[in-house]
């Protein structure tokens, strides 16, 4: 049997390494941060963006939680940021 030869894929460079793009971790006024949301039993999604990441946003987005799910218990998992345990979240 012959093996054969294939030319590679346009995003892997000819011997077979994935073709890396340059990273921006810059950050300016064009940047967003985005909050997500999922309700488990059904599915639904909810997503926003804000300018920037602190309390005020957060519990902007908190609230639009709140808002779409009038009825019943509301879970809320986040990391150790410090907008997601200040003491105005919490309050809120």
Do not use: C
């Not at 921006?24 to 006024?29: E, I, L, M, Q, V």
């Not at 519990?59 to 907008?83: K, M, P, R, Y």
């Amino acid at each position: 049997m012959i093996p054969w030869t294939f030319p590679p894929a346009p995003a892997w460079s000819p011997d077979g390494h994935r073709i890396k793009a340059e990273l921006d971790y810059s950050r300016g006024p064009e940047k967003a941060w985005a909050y997500g949301g999922l309700r488990s039993a059904g599915g639904q999604a909810l997503t926003t963006t804000a300018p920037s990441r602190n309390s005020v946003f957060h519990q902007q987005f908190l609230q639009q939680i709140e808002d779409a799910n009038q009825h019943g218990e509301i879970w809320i998992v986040t990391d150790n940021l410090s907008s997601h345990n200040s003491l105005s979240t919490r309050t809120f």
